[in-house]
């Protein structure tokens, strides 16, 4: 392929959910968008994700109260937070920032900003999709966070201090839950509603539809990595060479792209562009796991457990169980143990996925579990752990220690950074990008509003 050079008015670099919303919004506004994408669209952390409209997270975090959780979690490999060994050392830099965070005043301060685009996370979806002809994928039917073992008086000051935040929400007792919410296990005892919460009814659809619709307004979209950002002579993204593409592709395929205004939304992999600009960003990857199930009986809304630190939602593809955070980088493979385990914490929850055949607890039945995927179609070797059955899927959810996404300019003219929105991008999509796009626009008060947001605050 030769070497094509092209001017676009804006590119944006990154189609998970967070490119995808800021793609559409700066094409509503009229811009000329060049959307680039190496995987295709929506196919990175926003594909598996939870789909819970989760604006009640207004805790940073690094909370202190997991320190001494931390022993416990460590040891069992398959609990909701792990380290793998090999990467604890690459890993330490963040966590000793991550733990500077926990110190009263930031805790207090990252949550301010978080809450800033919680409150408007919903509406902000609600006005896009209703744009976007595809109000349907969003419902707002409110979530419920269960406890089994803990006892009423934890429950209430659980309750207490997401109410004092501001949270919407009431404590339901077991005879509550189970006429509202029938299908829950014996086991449960109570639960938070949080009536204001939502979810997606697809991530997917939901990225498919933002695409549909930024194609539809006449957006432009490459399936190409960009390899670097250059500023020395204008603002350039160079595209790396792709075999596969290049066959596809006519001779005017560019390599290099100057243009205007830039933003990159690359989620975990933004590091790397940025650090070749020379910029640091201590982002981490937090990988989570999901499992796709199909009882006869699904929850009416997102169900989260306080203890198991877990969820499940219901969806247009069944049942998602989803969570736990591994730190693993982003290189080491994947460990689908950790995914297996979402169905044992499942079955304790939803007793309607007894009934299907399942994998029995992960960690204690490798011969059972074995089983199980040989029924189920899979290739089974011994090693479980290396296998990713059909219907697991891992994503690496782009983590700053403060918890903070950035929503940022530079001192680079017409770069922009709207990246790292931890375990809620999909929650704050919208909002966050309505305030890149006043910052874009210079609307007084919006350096204000952004302040927290900064890149500024790693440089
Ligand atoms: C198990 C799990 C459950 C979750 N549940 C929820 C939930 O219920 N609610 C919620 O709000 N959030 C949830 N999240 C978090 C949410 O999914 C993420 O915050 C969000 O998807 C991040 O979106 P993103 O667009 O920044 O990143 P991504 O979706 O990863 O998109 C980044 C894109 O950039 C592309 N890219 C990277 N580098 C380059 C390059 N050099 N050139 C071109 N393209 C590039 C990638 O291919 C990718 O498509 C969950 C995450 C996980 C893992």
């Known amino acids: 392929m030769s070497s094509v050079s092209s001017q676009q008015q804006m590119v944006v670099i990154g189609a998970g959910v967070i490119g ?13 968008v060049l959307l680039l994408d190496g995987n295709g669209v929506g196919q990175g952390c926003s594909f598996g994700n939870a789909g819970h409209l989760a604006t009640e997270q207004v805790f940073p975090l690094a909370d202190p ?36 965070q926990m110190r009263p005043k930031k805790r207090s301060a990252n949550m301010q900003a978080l809450k800033q685009l919680l409150q408007s ?72 509603w949080f009536s204001e919460v939502g979810q997606t009814i697809s991530p997917n659809l939901l990225n498919q539809a933002l695409f549909q619709w930024f ?5 432009q979209f490459l399936q190409q990595k960009v390899a670097n950002i250059s500023s020395r002579h204008g603002l350039a993204v160079h595209l790396e060479p792709n075999q596969m593409a290049a066959a596809q592709q006519s001779e005017a395929t560019p390599q290099i792209i100057a243009t205007a205004q830039l933003v990159v939304c690359a989620g975990v992999h933004s590091k790397s562009l940025l650090a070749q600009l020379g910029f640091k960003l201590p982002i981490e990857a937090e990988r989570g796991y999901h499992l796709m199930t199909s009882p006869a009986l699904l929850p009416v809304l997102p169900v989260a457990s306080f203890e198991r630190k877990m969820i499940m939602t219901p969806m247009q593809e069944g049942l998602r169980l989803a969570g736990t955070v591994e730190f693993a980088g982003t290189e080491l493979a994947d460990n689908w143990q950790r995914a297996e385990r979402l169905r044992f914490h499942g079955e304790a929850l939803w007793p309607a996925l007894l009934n299907k055949p399942q994998l029995k607890d992960a960690k204690n039945g490798k011969a059972e579990a074995s089983a199980a995927l040989a029924a189920a179609g899979n290739d089974v070797s011994p090693d479980l752990s290396k296998i990713r059955p059909a219907n697991c899927w891992s994503g690496m959810r782009p983590t700053l220690p403060d918890s903070l996404p950035v929503i940022s300019g530079c001192d680079i003219p017409g770069l922009w950074f709207h990246l790292g929105h931890q375990h809620l991008g999909l929650t704050m999509a919208a909002s966050s990008t309505r305030l890149l796009l006043k910052l874009m626009a210079k609307e007084p008060g919006s350096a204000q509003l952004a302040a927290p947001f900064s890149l500024k605050r790693f440089n």
């Open 121 to 192: 996370a919903i509406p902000a979806w609600q006005q896009l999709l209703d744009d976007a002809g595809c109000a349907h994928l969003i419902k707002t039917d409110g979530s419920l966070l269960v406890f089994e073992q803990t006892a009423l008086a934890q429950v209430e000051q659980v309750a207490q201090s997401y109410a004092q935040q501001g949270v919407a929400l009431e404590v339901l007792t077991k005879a509550q839950l189970q006429s509202r919410f029938p299908g829950l296990a014996d086991s449960v005892n109570y639960a938070i």
């Open 215 to 219: 194609l539809s307004m006449g957006g």
């Open 65 to 100: 109260a997991l320190l001494p959780k931390l022993p416990g979690f460590l040891l069992d490999p398959l609990g909701p937070l792990a380290i793998r060994p090999r990467y604890f050392l690459k890993a330490l830099p963040f966590f000793v920032r991550f733990i500077n």
């Open 20 to 32: 995808l919303v800021t793609a559409c919004c700066l094409q509503q506004q009229g811009h000329q």
